[in-house]
DNA sequence: GACTATTCATAAGT
DNA sequence: ACTTATGAATAGTC
């Protein structure tokens, strides 16, 4: 006799169970868990913004390399906004660096980054007005296709060559300063990136796709 | 008696309860509910990285004005995917050239391509870009072992060099806008937001940023 | 900030 | 894509 004799039925299904948070191998089921949870992190983006009134903006990139962007009230509008705001009158990388003796590396990270920052809110302005949002409302920014876009990517890839350069800058920096402030470094931006994540990229990002809506 | 005059005890908490989709009015509630939201969103973004490897970049403002992100590898790095438009198959400049797509703009991209010419001396961050986009570790190479200085002199040179064709691009922008088809700019009516954001709060935007999150 | 009853999200299975 | 049992998130309370 099998180990349910009685007259249980057997589940339709085992119901949710508990998975741990790593990579998940295969694809198929990976593909799914990606489709599922995106969508369930812009709903619940969308709450937060109702809510709450805060402006939220979320870029995904697929393991496939597709782009979703969610944003409230537009992507662009949260991402100039992060942008300027981080470049501003802040608080950053700069002032880690302050009580050390290298002020002059200090006043020349300074400039390239004011630079940057400035580089970058320029071409944020050159996208945002390529594809103004829709009106005002997220979920159903279109995606237009110029031909400007050779030249976008052009810059892109300079774009690409100034980070890794900054973060390389970035790197020997923090390699000056004494460890004693790493942590701090490690867990706050710089006005342009700090990040010293390797991510072993080997996808080719190729489609562009936004965000729908639900709630 | 009551609904019920039995044995059960009194629940110390009603437990959740249903909410409605709305802003909460209440600033104390409201300051809770995004404070916890955050926090739930913030993890979801990183179970969604670790689970399906996607990069993910969250951007979030407090009703406040306080700024928060997340970004898995950084949030630089997938802003600056999403700003690029997914930087895939490149075209080397001249590649771009003979594509014939409109005569206005090879017209002015040639401008650009003089520039680039006057820029020559600088081909090598050219080179570099390229090589950028064919998934190489460039740095790995040449400018690895540059000192501070010269990565910096690098980086002015490509910084004006991205200046101009910034400059012609915005040109090429308006000339295209305000001449023939300009109907995906005519389509919608700009909000109140192209690129200066004219929010009226005067608050000041914290760069606040998470490396990455927790799980 | 912690607790807990409840709603909500979602892993598997179909 | 749809269903369902279960794991997780969280609204209200202290």
Same mark, same amino acid.
């Given at each position: 006799? $099998?180990?349910?004799? %009685?007259?249980?039925?057997?589940?339709?299904?085992?119901?949710?169970?508990?998975?741990?948070?790593?990579?998940?191998?295969?694809?198929?089921?990976?593909?799914? &868990?990606?489709?599922?949870?995106r969508?369930g992190?812009?709903?619940?983006?969308?709450?937060?913004?109702?809510? &709450?009134?805060?402006?939220?903006?979320?870029?995904?990139?697929?393991?496939?390399?597709?782009?979703?962007?969610?944003?409230?009230?537009?992507?662009?509008?949260?991402?100039?906004?992060?942008?300027?705001?981080?470049?501003?009158?802040?608080?950053?990388?700069?002032?880690?660096?302050?009580?050390?003796?290298?002020?002059?590396?200090?006043?020349?990270?300074?400039?390239?980054?004011? @630079?940057?920052?400035?580089?970058?809110?320029?071409?944020?302005?050159?996208?945002?007005a390529?594809?103004?949002?829709?009106? /005002?409302?997220?979920? %159903?920014?279109?995606? @237009?296709?110029? /031909?400007?876009?050779?030249?976008?990517?052009?810059?892109?890839?300079?774009?690409?060559?100034?980070?890794?350069? &900054?973060?390389?800058?970035d790197?020997?920096?923090? $390699?000056?300063?004494s460890?004693?402030?790493?942590?701090?470094?490690?867990?706050?931006?710089?006005? $342009? $990136?700090?990040?010293?994540a390797?991510?072993?990229?080997?996808?080719?990002?190729?489609?562009?796709?936004?965000?729908?809506?639900?709630?």
């Amino acid at each position: 006799m $099998n180990t349910s004799t %009685n007259i249980m039925m057997k589940k339709k299904t085992q119901g949710r169970k508990k998975i741990e948070i790593k990579k998940i191998e295969k694809p198929s089921n990976r593909h799914v &868990t990606f489709s599922k949870r995106r969508s369930g992190l812009f709903k619940k983006a969308g709450e937060l913004s109702i809510l &709450t009134g805060a402006e939220a903006a979320i870029i995904v990139q697929s393991p496939g390399g597709r782009v979703f962007a969610f944003g409230h009230p537009s992507v662009d509008a949260v991402v100039d906004r992060y942008l300027a705001g981080s470049s501003g009158s802040q608080h950053s990388v700069e002032d880690a660096i302050n009580d050390d003796h290298m002020h002059e590396f200090k006043k020349r990270y300074s400039e390239v980054s004011e @630079d940057l920052e400035a580089e970058r809110k320029r071409k944020v302005a050159v996208e945002e007005a390529k594809r103004v949002s829709s009106g /005002g409302y997220w979920w %159903n920014e279109p995606v @237009d296709d110029l /031909g400007l876009e050779e030249l976008e990517r052009y810059m892109a890839s300079l774009e690409e060559l100034k980070k890794k350069m &900054t973060m390389r800058a970035d790197e020997l920096m923090m $390699n000056r300063i004494s460890s004693s402030k790493s942590s701090f470094l490690e867990v706050n931006r710089a006005p $342009n $990136n700090i990040g010293l994540a390797d991510y072993g990229d080997a996808m080719i990002p190729r489609g562009f796709v936004h965000g729908h809506g639900q709630i």
